[in-house]
């Protein structure tokens, strides 16, 4: 049986933010290793919140972390 060489897996890897995105049907929750990734020109206005994680919650389910982390009120035009 071969064997896989190790890893690190450090923090660094892991998603380090929770995010409120807009979506169709309202705010929906996304974990997002760099905020870099949603923040350019064109996706700015659909970002509606963002949390840094600490590192104890970087590995909970996305279900987990939206109950934590309620969604933004959004106004509707």
Known sequence: MARRPTTD??????????????????????KWVDMEFGVGDWKRPLVLAWLEL????RRLP????ARR???PRVETP
């Open 9 to 30: 897996t450090g923090a660094d890897d892991s998603p380090r933010y929770f995010v409120w995105v807009r979506g169709l049907d309202g705010p929906e929750p996304q």
């Open 54 to 57: 600490p590192l104890d919650e």
């Open 62 to 65: 996305l279900s987990m972390l």
């Open 69 to 71: 982390y309620p969604p």
